[in-house]
């Protein structure tokens, strides 16, 4: 049985401590060198130099990140392999059987392993299914019908005899999002509510001036200003003048133009890539819902006489009507992307093992804070790890799958160099930086949104106050006040580490807090709670459920919209729903996908839930923590229960309506497996 310690303050440690505990940190801290054996503790930093395989051929050859201007990134748990070339000093890949090395504690217990293996074995299985289809009917790989998706979720999968006694166990359970759909296509309302109830809520602005403007150089990307005229806008806006709209907040807008443009040649010079750099622009209804009233789609510029931006904008006929779901695709491909590289791998995954590595290194397991946090980083570094050797590695499923391919991992990069910043990513200041909430005093949280239904936000919010409140009780339990935390060395150590190490290319930034107060300690930790806790839920657990029908959520394109004079645009004509179902990935290409969301999507069997702590023993002694932490578990469950009172009001269209799913990615509890709700205390998956 593992020993417990009380929770004790570096300077109140009981003398016969003080000696352990110093030692045992000491041995925790790697010095950059050595080889790691699978039997090791020890935490040290690294950049990312193991996601390339030059030895499979150049083409696997990536750059390192992080330690340098041009791809910064987060630091990463040192692994201490032998690296594969002394004068880049990239580290040689694990292979794809090997365990890859993290601190033994950090290993996965085996109810979480056996998990995994499972998912993985369904997915291999499920790939090979319609691999053996397409060979034994001598067919194409491209998707030509509904129907060729819809078998995907079905028993009948017309499969040889001695495979039929395992359809059950290999057929795709049909995503959440299918119970609405009616034909391939995302109807527009669709394509508006999940901008603020799907998988990626985290995208959407408010726009403050029209047209867009962009803050690239002219001098490489061209004139700033956008294609979008009022001409475009007008005749959807009930009646207000663009100015009105903008002043009474009823425009809002996905915005993917300055993220993409720059890598957009590379990527449209790949094998099967076609994309855009996409504007999507919202008029928000009477109703509290989102519609799309035009979408810019974007080049660079050329010196050829072929435009380098379109404007599409709602469908007056059949043709039009392709041509706008042919738009609302790309469009979807660049959130797909966008999400799945800044939102969900940076902003959680990535930029918080810089934290929990510096937790490790110079908080003890006694220090209170270690405590309060260590079920918020369990399994992350584990994670991670796997996440260099199979998702974000060079051939792997990040760049096999979404729209930016080799070039994933430095569009991700360029995000982190030029837009990351921790002060602003709590819930309320991510909010207000985004125009999607402005400042109000009498709100608990300080704010007020300006989509009044706006699920993950109204959600969210409930589940941030209560970490807020349950963290200000703690912190003013042990730090009465600014001399306390000053004077905690353990604590100082940790926060300028993970920015100094952790961060180190963004450490002379101006806008990392300050950590000298109660207060600062009560921000910065709520934060982190938030990012591992329920952000990650939002942005993860529904990958499946919204993504898995892969024509309403492309991970990329294979075709731009057709030109009149390009050779195809009679095709498109002659059968506008084949052209547009040979856009998206191939069928081979979306089971692999399908099987990917799906393991990630699940919740194993050991999870531990928000509001749930296995280590109240720590505190025995200490009622007003005891009492805090049962606060926060009864605030937990209140707020499932307003949750789901609000997923039956009928007044809240973007989360209650005929074939409407409810939002629940905040849900606090779940079962095993895809739920499409539940809120891990960790970045477990």
């Known amino acids: 049985m593992a020993v417990v310690f009380q929770a004790y303050l570096p300077d109140e440690t009981p003398a016969g401590l003080k000696e352990p505990r110093e030692m045992e940190l000491r041995q925790l801290r790697g010095d950059g060198t050595g080889l790691r054996l699978p039997s090791d503790r020890t935490y040290d930093y690294d950049t990312y130099n193991d996601i390339g395989n030059p030895d499979a051929g150049i083409e696997y ?85 509904y129907a060729d998706i819809n078998c995907l979720y079905s028993t009948d999968m ?37 901008a603020i109830a799907g998988t990626n809520p985290m995208s959407i602005q408010r726009l403050t001036v029209f047209p867009p403007v962009s803050k690239l150089d002219t001098s490489i990307y061209g004139p700033q200003e956008s294609a979008l005229k009022e001409e475009h806008i007008i005749g959807h806006l009930n009646g207000m003048s663009i100015q009105q709209a903008l002043e009474e907040n ?9 993220i993409f443009l720059p890598y957009l040649d590379q990527i449209n010079a790949l094998d099967d890539r076609r994309a855009y750099g996409t504007r999507t ?103 991670n790890a796997l996440a260099r050797q199979f998702l974000i590695n060079a051939g792997g499923v ?20 030029d837009w990351w910043r921790f002060d602003l990513e709590g819930l309320p200041a991510d909010l207000l930086r985004r125009g999607m909430a402005v400042p109000d005093s009498t709100q608990v949280h300080g704010i007020r949104l300006v989509i009044e239904d706006y699920p993950y ?41 993970s920015i100094n190490l952790g961060h180190a290319d963004l450490r002379h930034a101006s806008w990392w807090p300050k950590l000298s107060t109660p207060d600062d300690l009560t921000s910065i930790l709520t934060t982190i709670i938030w990012l591992t806790s329920a952000q990650h839920a939002a942005l993860n657990n529904g990958q499946y459920p919204y993504g898995g029908y892969v024509p309403a959520r492309s991970p990329h394109m294979r075709r731009l919209l057709p030109e009149e004079h390009d050779p195809e645009y009679a095709t498109f004509m002659q059968d506008p729903q084949k052209y547009f179902l040979s856009s998206f990935p191939s069928l081979l290409e979306a089971t692999k996908y399908m099987a ?4 990630i999507s699940a919740h194993s069997p050991d999870e531990e839930y928000i509001g749930d702590r296995k280590d109240l023993s720590t505190w025995s002694a200490d009622t007003v923590i005891i009492e805090a932490f049962c606060r926060f578990s009864m605030e937990m469950r209140r707020i499932e229960k307003e949750i789901e009172q609000r997923n039956t009001d009928s007044n809240l269209r973007n989360r209650c309506g005929a074939g409407v799913s409810p939002y629940e990615l905040l849900m606090p509890s779940s079962e095993p497996g895809v739920t499409c709700r539940g809120v891990p205390n960790s970045i477990s998956i």
Request: glycine share 4%; with cysteine; aromatic share 10%.
């Open 281 to 383: 622009i919202f008029f928000l209804t009477s109703l509290g819902t989102l519609k799309p009233i035009s979408i810019e789609l974007s080049f660079p510029p050329t010196n050829s006489d072929s435009p380098s931006k379109q404007v599409l904008t709602p469908p007056v006929d059949a043709t039009t009507n392709w041509l706008w779901q042919i738009g609302k695709a790309h469009v979807s491909s660049n959130d797909a992307c966008a999400h799945q590289l800044i939102h969900h791998w940076l902003r959680t995954h990535a930029c918080m093992e810089p934290l929990i590595i510096a937790a490790h290194r110079q908080l003890s397991v006694m220090h209170p804070i270690y405590k309060l946090l260590n079920p918020h980083m369990r399994y992350t570094l584990k994670i």
């Open 596 to 599: 990917a969301i799906d393991i």
């Open 158 to 194: 017309s499969l040889p005899k001695i495979l039929n006694k395992v359809q059950e166990f290999l057929k795709f359970d049909p995503p959440k999002l299918i119970s609405g759909l009616k034909s391939c296509c995302l109807p527009d309302e669709e394509f508006g509510r999940q």
């Open 250 to 258: 009823k425009l809002f807008v996905l915005d993917y133009h300055d």
């Open 457 to 497: 936000a109204t959600d969210g919010l409930l589940i941030w106050s209560a970490i807020e409140t349950l963290v200000r009780t703690y912190v003013n339990y042990y730090y009465p006040d600014a001399s306390a935390v000053n004077f905690d060395t353990e604590l100082q150590a940790w926060y300028n580490e």
């Open 398 to 417: 990040i760049e096999s799958n979404f729209t930016a391919g080799k070039y994933c991992m430095e569009m991700s990069c360029a995000a982190y160099r």
């Open 61 to 145: 050859k990536r750059s390192t990140l992080g330690g340098n201007y041009t791809h910064p990134h987060p630091r990463r748990c040192r692994t201490g392999r032998s690296p594969t070339n002394t004068d880049d000093n990239m580290e040689s890949p694990e292979n794809e059987y090997k365990r890859i090395y993290v601190p033994r504690d950090e290993e996965f217990e085996e109810a979480k392993q056996g998990a995994l293996d499972v998912g993985k074995l369904k997915g291999i299985l499920r790939h090979i299914i319609p691999t053996l289809t397409i060979i034994a009917s001598r067919d194409s790989n491209v998707l030509k019908g």
